[in-house]
């Protein structure tokens, strides 16, 4: 089988043992030595974190395996490539769906085998799960946010040049179906001016995700 190889180093990671891009690669190697399989490149990132979508050698190990030059991505640890159980599920959702697989060494998770796809389901479960929850909160706390609006007098408004809430969801909707990360929609909503929730000044690809998510639950129940 080919595969490719994904290293990372966070920049307060570099130092520690066992997370140099060095000694990732060559535990890739051996692995894949191992099972007999074909490493096609070991790409690797440098100073950034799991959390970001934007990495760049996780972008051409994701076009390798989308234009199937590569049948899964390998990583020491599964953390190398994902920080949260929802943002593995993202991956795991866009490998089902183009065909690919996922090994991560430290917990022999391989979603070639069944057993592999069995943990990914179950994991995708879960990830459902704090997506419903964060969805109920999200929802909760904009109703209690409008209503304290209007008992104190205020027009039920979000931001200016006249947005309205609804908008500025239809826009990170729009945004997602086209296939733009989290990150990416946060991003261009900062760069627009386009207020946060609550008046702030930030937009964080987690606020995206769980105003993208209850839009989703709502429109399930509606």
């Known amino acids: 089988m080919r595969v490719v190889g994904y ?14 891009l060095d000694a990732q690669r060559a535990a890739i190697e051996a692995e894949c030595a191992r099972r007999g399989w074909e490493l096609v490149d070991v790409l690797a990132d440098e100073g950034y974190s799991g959390k970001r979508d934007d990495r760049p050698a996780l972008q051409q190990a994701l076009t390798l395996l989308r234009r199937k030059k590569a049948r899964a991505i390998v990583v020491v640890r599964m953390d190398r490539l994902a920080r949260s159980t929802q943002h593995l599920c993202e991956f795991i959702l ?10 991560a060494m430290d917990f022999d998770f391989d979603t070639t085998t069944a ?4 943990i990914a389901r179950i994991l995708a479960s ?18 209690e946010a409008r209503a304290q609006r209007q008992a104190d007098g205020e027009p039920v408004t979000w931001g200016f040049k006249r947005q309205t809430p609804a908008e500025v969801v239809g826009r990170i909707v729009r ?18 001016r386009t207020p946060a929730p609550g008046g702030g000044e930030r937009w964080y690809p987690s606020t995206v995700r769980r105003i993208f998510d209850a839009e989703q639950r709502q429109r399930a129940v509606s």
């Open 7 to 20: 290293v990372r180093v966070s920049t307060t990671e570099q130092a520690r043992d066992g997370y140099s």
């Open 94 to 103: 866009q490998s089902r769906k183009q065909k690919w697989g996922i090994v």
């Open 175 to 192: 945004a997602r179906r086209k296939g733009d990360s989290f990150n990416t929609i946060a991003r261009r909503l900062q760069e627009s």
């Open 126 to 143: 879960v990830a459902e799960w704090e997506s419903e929850v964060n969805g109920e909160r999200v929802r909760e706390g904009m109703a």
């Open 115 to 118: 057993n592999g796809r069995l």
